[in-house]
């Protein structure tokens, strides 16, 4: 075979380049980023320079303006003086800085510079000539061009330039985000508040809140397929205010709201639109809404309303125009837009009473959501959501007997407790948090932690120990011995004594009930006037629960057969400068006299019971009394063995199945 030549292999084809990695790409753009703000750098330190060296200049010509000063310096009267009688030798008339300088001689025939102002004018320097001629004065006239043309620079030319520069300076500072220069600029923009990312709070993260999850459905489910509502001819509530205490929850399930609807998030507080400067709120308003609506779907969240949404009308306590400049722009953006522009408008404010009535009417804020301090079936959801990542001893036997300790626990109060119990078991390095952590947790909460370093006299000890054994004593005897959980001398707080008290959970307390409640806060002070003698400072805070509770039987429940079924007191709340505090008052003095003396009556009552009851009692107080002094805490099955013994009486008669919830006594430390 004869040999043929190979065919020469093709040139391979260049090889395309690789897209860039996002990461190259991120990395470039940072490039470009940092190479813009050092060039902007670079602009603002030439700038700066440059205004300096200007101003520099500036000052240089200024000092060259300055007018001739030298020698001695005379008036026009004197000059003209020494002129007409000779003794002016030479004088030389400076046009641009209207002087005049020159050699005179004085009387004694020493020569003397001189120099002399005059005003500046054709006639008076005509005037002036004709004076020092005829004085046989060598007059010589300066016009001084170069001074002219430096003038002309300094007055006109210079300040125009540094204006350009300053400007300059300006725009590069805005340009590269000159902090407090842009923020000054963009003073009526209230910047971007959306909240948004991959990990949203949903109703999942929200427990005992059944009732608002139910109404905040509808509007998840319009933002998500607003379809539905439109067959149907249904419009959604255009804003919804969620009110109640503080802790409770709202913004919780605002933001859980949002993530369920998967929609963006615009959370301010009212108090970011309030300002000193006229007309900054109302901007802010508007920029929100604007911002709200180029997002949509969007939720709206205002927390704090009663900052920007107070009452209209200047009153006793004055009027702030800025506010209600901006409460205006808030209703009127509110009236501005539909529902159907896939915005939902959350409000939420502990003070709906102060409120102005045109955000609450039908139109703006439709909904109103009452979001309440949880019952004890509530308590338990929410304990058991924030004990999920806790290692917790026993779950299922210590959470319910926890919800049932914390009546009048927000979410927020169970969280911390929670919270503190955890810190315990860490403090005394255990494996698990048991009852013991929960227990102690709920009593740093309710009272504070205990104070073990405060020195307390045996005499201090003893009268403690009554005090808070008369509690118990008087509970017993009106049939709530099982529900007494604990006493304790062990100061916490600003209490030096404590009882633990499981009450009742109910939502109409009677009459008795009522009754029983100052009985046993009056027990107190019965028992160390019976054991001691007299009694001391430390029963403050019973005597204003106490006193509480009989004027609000007597003056807004009408329990008192004297004043009738009347209200004589109104809801006690903080006086709302211009609206409540010029209200007349609707209840006549004899009323008011009568209802004092009810109070006494109630109290003076109360007490006498309790009084007979601890005398009837005597050996268990005195039991309870010693305990407390030599263990400091009772508590469990020893307690209840001595109270079991007290005689039930009067009308707190046990109920078949009560439903626990704690209620403290304090033994108030003296002021």
């Known amino acids: 075979m004869s040999d043929q030549p190979k065919p020469k292999p093709k040139p391979a084809a260049p090889a395309k380049p690789a897209p860039p990695q996002p990461a190259d790409a991120k990395r470039k753009a940072g490039g470009g980023v940092v190479q813009r703000i050092r060039a902007v750098r670079r602009g603002v330190l030439v700038l700066t320079f440059s205004l300096l060296g200007l101003l520099l200049v500036y000052a240089g010509l200024l000092y060259a303006l300055r007018p001739a000063t030298s020698g001695e310096q005379l008036s026009l009267d004197r000059l003209i003086t020494a002129a007409q009688e000779g003794r002016v030798v030479r004088a030389r008339l400076l046009d641009q800085d209207a002087r005049i300088t020159g050699l005179l001689s004085k009387v004694d025939g020493s020569p003397q510079q001189f120099w002399t102002a005059y005003p500046h004018s054709d006639a008076t320097t005509g005037d002036i000539l004709k004076s020092l001629i005829n004085g046989t004065t060598h007059v010589t006239v300066d016009g001084q061009a170069g ?17 350009a520069n300053l400007f300059a300076l300006l725009f590069f500072l805005v340009r590269g985000g000159g ?7 963009k003073f009526g923009e209230i910047g971007d508040k959306k909240l948004e990312g991959s990990s949203r709070t949903t109703f999942a993260n929200v427990a005992a809140s059944e009732e608002p999850l139910t109404e905040l459905g509808e509007i998840r489910d319009y933002l998500a397929d607003p379809t539905a509502f439109q067959r149907m001819g249904a419009q959604p509530p255009k804003g ?48 929100l809404f604007k911002q709200a609506r180029e997002a949509t779907p969007a939720i709206l969240f205002i927390d704090e309303l009663d900052a920007v949404g107070r009452q209209r009308g200047a009153g006793l306590g004055g009027g702030h125009d800025e506010r209600e400049q901006t409460l205006n722009e808030l209703l009127v953006q509110m009236d501005g837009f539909s529902p159907s522009d896939g915005v939902a408008i959350l409000a939420a404010t502990n003070r709906v009473d102060i409120l102005d009535p045109a955000l609450l ?6 909904r109103h959501i009452v979001i309440d301090r949880p019952d004890l ?35 927020a109060d169970l969280a911390s407790m929670l919270n503190e119990a955890a810190l315990l078991a860490v403090r005394e390095r255990s494996a698990s948090i048991i009852y013991a952590h929960l227990e102690e947790a709920v009593e740093r909460v309710v009272s504070g932690p205990k104070k073990r370093g405060m020195l307390m006299a045996p005499e201090d000890k003893q009268r403690i120990a009554y ?37 009742d959970e109910r939502l109409l307390p009677t009459r008795d009930d009522m009754e029983v409640q100052i009985a046993i806060a009056m027990a107190g002070i019965a028992a160390e006037e019976l054991a001691l003698g007299q009694p001391s400072t430390g029963a403050e805070a019973d005597l204003e629960r106490a006193t509480n509770t009989a004027r609000d039987m007597a003056g807004r429940f009408g329990m008192s057969s004297r004043l009738g079924r009347v209200r004589v007191l109104h809801e006690q709340k903080e006086i709302f400068l211009g609206r409540d505090y010029l209200l007349t008052r609707d209840v006549s003095q004899p009323t008011l ?18 009084r007979s009851i601890l005398q009837a009692e005597r050996r268990v107080l005195d039991i309870v009394a010693s305990g407390l002094v030599t263990y400091e805490t009772l508590h469990g099955p020893a307690l209840a063995k001595v109270l079991g013994s007290v005689r039930v009486r009067g009308a707190g008669a046990p109920s078949p199945s009560p439903s626990p919830a704690r209620n403290s006594f304090h033994t108030d430390a003296p002021r």
């Open 147 to 163: 001074k002219a043309l430096v003038r002309f620079i300094a007055q006109f030319l210079m300040p125009l330039v540094i204006l």
């Open 179 to 185: 902090g407090g220069t842009q923020d000054f600029l």
């Open 240 to 287: 919804i205010l969620l009110q109640g205490p503080p802790g409770c929850g709202k913004t919780l399930l605002a933001r859980a709201l949002a993530g369920e609807a998967k929609a963006n998030f615009f959370s301010i507080s009212g108090s970011e639109f309030v300002e000193s400067l006229v007309g900054v709120g109302a901007a802010r308003v508007r920029d």
């Open 361 to 366: 009417r039908r139109g703006r804020f439709d």
């Open 377 to 411: 079936e509530g308590r338990l959801a929410i304990l058991r959501l924030h004990a999920k990542g806790k290692r917790l001893g026993d779950p299922d036997g210590d959470l319910p007997t926890i919800a049932r300790q914390t009546p009048g626990f927000t979410g």
């Open 467 to 503: 005090h808070e054994a008369g509690h118990a004593v008087v509970a017993a005897a009106m049939g709530k011995a099982a529900a007494i959980d604990k006493l304790s001398v062990i100061a916490r707080g600003r209490g030096i004594g404590h009882l633990a008290l499981l009450t």
């Open 593 to 610: 006299e009568h209802l004092d003396a009810e109070v006494r009556r109630i109290l003076d009552e109360q007490e006498g019971q309790a």
